[in-house]
């Protein structure tokens, strides 16, 4: 396999495992930071660790074949630290300085930040990809814009049941995600407005995010059928490559044969 057959192995293979995998980073966190701050009976905590091992031996599998199928083996290493850490540091358990409880703790905080750290790039990595962060960053940003709005206009209004900045950012949550408790709500005019301008504007954003996820999963069964395509054009590439070298090993004899 050349190298632009890997590097485009590699990028298929990744496209492929990176919402599973930022799942599995998601579902590994609690199990490294809830022995920390829970003290758990050894049944359950056998569990977990069976577990731990479990995705840890499919975070290695995933970073394997990727190095396998990486052209520069150098420049992925350097490009994948985070993934090489959260691959390397359970081995670290063995050794003495990590046998005291409190040394193990820490290492095991370490793995939950070394894991969330690549959940981060891969969410970016797939919220990116699919267009999705551009929701995303707009909705975060009219559910704040619009609890600062309202905080201002309700504070010191009579009746009013939004007296903070976490109780104006709740009910932006709520009303912009159409869930709407009906637990807070804005009393005053100028209130209302903003409550009807994110009302409008939580169904555009997520008329766009069902829209985005669409989009994601027509894509991926457009490369199921674009797969074996592509496969049988590098079959065929590779058939031309090797009668061509043939033909250039045979011209020498031909020549020769000719004098």
């Not at 049944?43 to 074949?65: H, K, L, M, N, Q």
Request: proline share 5%; hydrophobic share 50%; net charge positive.
């Amino acid at each position: 396999m050349d190298k632009a057959t890997k590097a485009v192995a590699q990028e298929r293979f990744e496209r492929h495992t990176a919402v599973p995998m930022l799942i599995l980073s998601l579902a590994i966190i609690p199990l490294l930071l809830i022995p920390l701050i829970a003290n758990l009976s050894p049944t359950v905590e056998s569990t977990f660790i069976a577990i731990d091992w479990f995705i840890w031996a499919v975070f290695f599998i995933e970073y394997g074949i990727r190095l396998y199928l990486a052209p520069r083996k150098g420049k992925f290493i350097a490009s994948n630290k985070i993934d090489l850490v959260v691959i390397v540091l359970p081995f670290l358990r063995p050794l003495r300085v990590f046998r005291s409880a409190r040394a193990a703790r820490v290492l095991r905080a370490a793995r939950g930040v070394a894991i969330l750290l690549r959940a981060i790039d891969a969410a970016r990595d797939v919220l990116t990809r699919h267009k999705l962060h551009y929701v995303l960053t707009v909705t975060l940003v009219c559910v704040v814009m619009g609890a600062l709005m309202v905080e201002s206009f309700e504070r010191g209004a009579p009746d009013s049941n939004i007296e903070s900045i976490p109780d104006a950012i709740w009910w932006a949550t709520t009303t912009v995600t159409t869930v709407g408790y009906g637990d807070r709500f804005p009393v005053t005019a100028g209130g209302r407005a903003v409550a009807t301008v994110l009302m409008v504007l939580g169904i555009a954003l997520f008329g766009l995010l069902a829209g985005s996820l669409a989009s994601f999963f027509f894509e991926r069964q457009e490369e199921q059928k674009i797969d074996p395509q592509l496969q049988e054009i590098n079959v065929r590439l590779e058939r031309i490559e090797t009668l061509l070298e043939k033909r250039e090993d045979l011209e020498p004899n031909n020549r020769e044969r000719a004098k």
